[in-house]
């Protein structure tokens, strides 16, 4: 059984800063491209940032300049560190990664519950 689970949401005024954190674990056998999405109230769910296993990372554009993804491949965790926090980035941020159970296995995503990031004026 695997697991994803986001932490590191809260309130903080805008300007300020957030790092979110995600560990994948249970019976992984390995981890491929993590992705950060976020869903605002009554918007659709959009790709934040994502890293790949070779360590190329894209963002969107919304975040870029603001936004750091990284990872820790033995701790199978990805970070994404905000700064410059603005009111629009209020949202409920998601964690995907994908994942394989074994070798021989494809491979599948695995999302989290969420954490709320919530920015004030």
């Known amino acids: 059984q695997v697991q994803v689970v986001e932490s590191g949401g809260g309130f903080v005024q805008a300007g300020g800063s957030l790092r979110l954190s995600c560990l994948a674990s249970g019976s992984i056998f390995s981890v491929g491209a993590m992705e950060w999405h976020r869903q605002a109230p009554g918007k659709s769910r959009e790709l934040v940032a994502g890293?790949?296993?070779?360590?190329?990372?894209n963002y969107a554009d919304s975040v870029k300049g603001r936004a750091t993804i990284s990872r820790d491949y033995a701790k199978n965790t990805v970070y994404l560190q905000m700064n410059d926090l603005k009111i629009e980035d209020t949202a409920v941020y998601y964690c995907?990664?994908?994942?394989?159970?074994?070798?021989?296995?494809?491979?599948?995503?695995?999302w989290g519950q969420g954490t709320q990031v919530t920015v004030s004026p």
């Open positions: 995907a990664s994908a994942i394989k159970l074994q070798a021989s296995r494809p491979w599948n995503v695995y």
């Open positions: 890293i790949r296993t070779s360590g190329s990372t």
